[in-house]
């Protein structure tokens, strides 16, 4: 585990912080160095000249559709949102081409400056709707992030934003390519976001995975800004094998400097732990309910020969319940004591998600705690893990 020079790291983010309150204060007009984008969102294509890695890789032919772009909405202040959508995973034939288990191609799009997503609006039809709840609640005065850009990156290749891979499942090609297309995405921030004072990384479900395991390339990105990551519903708690079946099937590409040369040797626990022993300056966090039921029914599939049984799929035993449970508190609760910089909350109840559901602002149900009151705690201080002097402790908190 690498540890940085912790006065070096300090440096920089006094050194940011001066620089953006020099450079972005009481300035009239457009602000420098942030995108020429248009109010509200705008629907964004990856440089088409863009490649990754010996083969050549590229974000064009990305998902099962060959078609990939992402969003991003205007803000007022110097600060970035950068939201990993979820939408499952696949690593066999059965689960990636008989019986999906993961988004198959882009739902989203924008319409009259809202971003929306197609969904089942009444039996048979369905329709466009606004992603409009949670933290893109942007006329709530609770949401942090009411004021910021929002940097959005749409899901459907499988693979939990890791992958570099193209596999062929019984004669079908899955484009396992998430983490190319988040390369694409972080090369278009590189070039329209050039000193930002805070980065914020968070993502819901597999959306969470992409979220801490593509950290270090933003954090790297940027290094005078303060880039804290939160996963919500991604716990990481898998069966055994698992990692290494998906590292043969999805390429897993991630941050070997800092989590050494065999990503299926690591758990959820030592992916947070060592990322956030790097980076010590900088808060890290994970949100979950304390029996989901989503993460439990993935776990499942990853038992036995459970994935080549569909028909069960739906009838998870008790005792996976309570193995996902009691692994899921050993990784939070072990990373917590490994590293002073990480904090979790965990709520009541089997929900799985809360950053785009208008739970984030109702839940409280560890230890009283407002959810969205610890996000903008964890948000607003830029030097400690206190807490502003307004917001009081950030602490680790959970349901009993």
Known sequence: M????????G???????????????????????????PTGWSEVSPDPGFTYGDEQLTPSCSCSECDYRFFVRKG?????LVFFNGGGACWDAMNCVYVPTYTQQVYET???KQLTTLTEVSEGEYGYVPIDEGIFDFSDCRNPFKDWYVVYLPYCTGDLFWGSSDY????????????????????????????????FVTGSSAGGYGAILNYPYIRESFPLARVYALGDAANGVVGDGFIATADAKWNIQYA??????????????????????????????????AWDATQTWFYNLQLDSNIYNPAQWNNVPDIVFGLWHSTMLSYTHGTAENVPNYRYYIGEGTDHTIMRSDKFYTEDTAEGVSYSKWVRTMVDNPFGFLGGPLQGLWRSVEAE
Not at 2 to 9: D, E, G, I
Not at 76 to 80: D, P, R, S
Not at 168 to 194: P, Q, S, T
Request: aromatic fraction near 14%.
């Open 168 to 199: 062929n499942y019984d004669g079908v090609d899955i484009h396992h390519h998430g983490f190319v297309n988040f390369m694409a995405v972080l090369d278009w921030m590189e070039k329209n976001f050039r000193c930002p004072l805070q980065v």
């Open 110 to 112: 924008v319409i009259s």
């Open 256 to 289: 070997s400097w800092i989590l050494g040369d065999d990503i299926s040797a690591l758990t959820m626990e030592d992916i947070y732990s060592n990322i956030a022993a790097e980076y010590p300056f900088m808060k890290f966090a994970q949100y979950t309910t």
């Open 76 to 80: 007022t202040v110097n600060k970035v």
């Open 2 to 9: 690498k540890y940085r020079k912790y006065m070096h790291v």
């Open 11 to 37: 440096a920089l983010i006094v050194v940011s912080v001066l620089m953006a309150t020099v450079v972005f204060a009481g300035a009239p007009g457009p602000k420098p160095f942030l995108p020429n984008i």
